[in-house]
């Protein structure tokens, strides 16, 4: 167990509904991030949150957005779903901001968009 | 731009056979990390190594190790007598200055260890 909790672990859905990934970061990060796995675009980094702030966007789509609560667990919103979407959605927590502290995956939530 | 190229897309070896995985990475960063990961067959991203730029050494942990070579921008990861359970998707990433700290993934490599 990573200590980054991701629910739910599977999730089916039909195209143009919404759903919404939750993360629990390790104890004591502050630092959320969030990683897209698809078949032809590989591991990318959608967006970063570090104590409830956001700090950096990859590339994630405007039918995307996250947030991150008071209590540092995450949320990754995906709406007006399209087959594109389907794909593996990570979740990483670090304790810090710093390039290269390393930090710990969750082990997915697998969408799939039907 | 930051990029890591992994040009090994599959790999097939059989068991207690040598293999070295390629990574070359890009980047106008002075300081960077350099990150490898194994995605075992059920999905999750297991950490394996961080070496930063400054820090040439190779490293050994049991049957793996690493070999740093800045003058041609490689990161490559042997396995020494590879073994079924190695069978994975290994992928090689980078972290560069101001990224805060995001990671730039190869594409990966998938090994695949036969008995």
């Known amino acids: 167990d990573s200590g980054v909790t991701q629910t739910p672990k599977h999730l089916i859905t039909a195209t143009g509904q919404r759903v919404t990934l939750r993360c629990s970061p390790r104890s004591g990060d502050l630092s959320v991030y969030w990683y897209q796995q698809s078949l032809d675009q590989g591991l990318q980094f959608l967006i970063q949150?570090?104590?409830?702030?956001?700090?950096a966007k990859g590339n994630i789509l405007e039918r995307f957005s996250a947030q991150q609560f008071p209590d540092l667990h995450s949320e990754l919103n995906l709406s007006s779903l399209e087959l594109g979407d389907s794909a593996l959605y990570f979740c990483a927590s670090s304790v810090d901001l710093r390039m290269g502290y390393g930090y710990t995956f969750g082990s997915g939530t697998r969408l799939t968009v039907v | 731009a930051q990029k890591v190229t992994q040009a090994q897309t599959e790999i097939s070896v059989v068991e207690k056979e040598d293999v070295t995985l390629d990574c070359v990475y890009e980047?106008?960063?002075?300081?960077?990390?350099l990150f490898w990961y194994k995605q075992p067959p059920s999905g999750e991203l297991v950490f394996l190594i961080r070496r930063n730029s400054f820090d040439e050494q190779n490293e050994i942990s049991g049957r793996y190790s690493w070999n740093f070579q800045k003058s041609t921008s490689s990161f490559n990861f042997t396995i020494t007598a590879s073994q079924v359970v190695d069978s994975a998707v290994y992928f090689c990433a980078l972290s560069g200055a101001g990224s805060q700290g995001n990671l730039i993934f190869g594409k990966g490599t998938k090994l695949s260890v036969k008995p």
């Open positions: 980047t106008r960063d002075t300081t960077y990390y």
């Open positions: 949150y570090y104590n409830g702030e956001e700090r």
